[in-house]
């Protein structure tokens, strides 16, 4: 939920990347993607309101320790719904090691390498040399 003061389309966004990155397929794993975007607006609704709390002349600071937990209500919140995520999706993936069919190429990401390192050092006459 959105409320005054907030971006929608930074919501919008926020979801969006969720739905992305978890693609659920069924009912419950769209309730568990939308429970992890609700918690983590909500992280950081609380994130802002205590960072306000926190630079007002006189900082209350039972406020704060208040918010503090309720943030590590919602972070425990999202782990144990993240991990239900995990465990269902895990459960619709195909078992075994080799599900491909036969003659069928095994798909992969390429990825570049890291940058090598190159180490440069001096000749005793004082030349570079890599």
């Known amino acids: 939920m959105v409320i005054p003061?907030?971006?929608p389309a930074e919501f919008d966004a926020l979801?969006?990347?969720?739905?992305?990155?978890?693609?659920?397929t069924d009912?419950?794993?769209r309730?568990?993607?939308?429970?992890?975007?609700?918690?983590?607006?909500?992280?950081?609704?609380?994130h802002r309101y205590i960072a306000q709390l926190s630079s007002s002349p006189r900082p209350e600071?039972?406020?704060?320790?208040?918010?503090?937990?309720?943030?590590?209500?919602?972070?425990?919140?999202?782990?144990?719904?993240?991990?239900q995520l995990q465990t269902t999706q895990r459960k619709?993936?195909?078992k075994g090691r080799n599900t491909r069919?036969?003659?069928?190429?095994?798909?992969?990401?390429?990825?570049?390498?890291?940058?090598?390192?190159?180490?440069a050092s001096k000749t005793s006459s004082g030349e570079w040399i890599h």
């Not at 979801?15 to 659920?24: G, K, L």
């Open 5 to 7: 003061g907030e971006d």
């Open 15 to 24: 979801a969006a990347d969720y739905y992305r990155r978890f693609a659920p």
């Open 27 to 29: 009912i419950v794993e």
């Open 31 to 46: 309730c568990y993607v939308n429970d992890l975007i609700h918690t983590v607006w909500s992280i950081r609704r609380v």
């Open 61 to 83: 600071t039972r406020a704060i320790d208040e918010m503090r937990q309720v943030l590590t209500a919602k972070e425990r919140s999202y782990a144990r719904v993240f991990k």
């Open 92 to 94: 619709r993936q195909p």
């Open 101 to 119: 069919k036969r003659g069928e190429l095994a798909s992969f990401r390429h990825q570049a390498p890291a940058p090598r390192r190159v180490v």
